[in-house]
């Protein structure tokens, strides 16, 4: 199991899991490896990297504790942080220490409750059918296609129907004279029997001076044998008023996850975007993006993992890199869990 796929999952699950003890898990994830990528700069340098916030594993430093309230209540914490393994510095330039999750809350065998810096409803979704699992996030075209990774000011509350969870959440947006301002609202169902994993989500956005974003996603996979196939899309509409139209932005993709053996696993996956409407400078926003990814892991243990990967990304009009139509991307290293 990822540990991604551990940390995201327990916010779902918590609610459904008796807790005894109160005592504070510390955890965590460091990754470092090399990478290489193609197209930098309008002069078409490559460029080589250490410095990250990991690369197949988002690098994190986290404090949990959950303590039994009694007759199947609970209260918990989580506060996480991210930090650049190649400089030791943390993963934000703004120095925000817990940029990755300070939430808590209450909850129950049928549900739960938490407020805070928290994963968005459509991030949570998303997670349960990209073929990567939000791995190589600084690589994975669908990252900045979640309707926001984390919101601020976040109350969501969750409920566990079996294998069925139901999402929703509201962003305050602190403005005075104005609920809507800088808000976000969604709604989300995800379900997941183990084998059959499917969900949907749609998200309103606003910002500071109130124009709309409207997102929706939805997606499935099915794990079957030693494989996994998987497929989703996102559909993003954001009202510009200084250019007095909107901009459409859209996603699709499709991959597949192989259990060579019991510890390797290979991983094709092909992303698309189509970004069309008009931007905040009046531009008009047409371009294309298509990503074809491989990724090999192999499990030394039940916490280090080595990886490697190659992709191949083809862009046109306003979603060329540096004016260029190709970027190649090569990467290898090593993450361990603790």
Not at 99 to 124: C, E, I, P
Request: charged fraction near 15%; charge should be positive; proline fraction near 2%.
């Amino acid at each position: 199991m990822k540990h991604s796929y551990a940390v995201l999952t327990a916010a779902l699950l918590a609610c459904a899991t008796p807790y005894a003890q109160s005592a504070v898990e510390v955890y965590g994830s460091i990754d470092a490896g090399l990478r290489n990528q193609t197209n930098v700069n309008a002069a078409g340098d490559s460029k080589t990297t250490m410095s990250s916030n990991g690369t197949y594993n988002s690098n994190r430093l986290g404090f949990k504790s959950t303590e039994d309230l009694g007759n199947g209540w609970n209260t918990h914490f989580t506060l996480e942080s991210g930090f650049n393994s190649g400089t030791g510095a943390l993963n934000n330039p703004v120095g925000r220490l817990f940029l990755r999750t300070a939430s808590v809350g209450v909850g129950h065998k049928l549900g739960m409750l938490d407020l805070g810096h928290q994963y968005t409803n459509a991030f949570m979704t998303m997670y349960g059918y990209d073929p990567l699992s939000f791995q190589y996030s600084s690589i994975n075209p669908i990252m900045p296609a979640t309707a926001g990774v984390w919101f601020d000011n976040d109350i969501k509350v969750i409920g566990t129907f079996g294998p069925v969870y139901t999402l929703a959440e509201w962003s305050l947006g602190e403005q005075a004279g104005s609920t809507a301002a800088g808000s976000a609202r969604s709604l989300a169902m995800i379900y997941n029997d183990g084998h059959v994993s499917a969900g949907a989500a749609y998200t309103d956005r606003r910002s500071l001076s109130n124009p709309k974003t409207t997102h929706w996603t939805a997606g499935g996979a099915y794990r079957f044998g030693k494989a996994r196939v998987s497929a989703g899309f996102v559909d993003e509409t954001a009202n510009v008023l200084a250019a007095g139209g909107d901009t459409h932005n859209r996603h699709a993709w499709a991959g597949v996850n192989y259990a060579l053996y019991p510890s390797i696993e290979l991983t094709a996956a092909a992303y698309r975007q189509k970004l069309s409407g008009v931007l905040a400078n009046g531009n008009t926003a047409d371009g294309s993006r298509n990503l074809y990814l491989l990724s090999a892991t192999y499990a030394y243990s039940k916490r280090t993992k080595f990886y490697a990967m190659v992709d191949q990304a083809r862009m046109s009009n306003a979603l060329l890199a540096y004016g260029h139509d190709r970027q190649r991307d090569l990467a290898f290293g090593i993450n361990h869990l603790f």
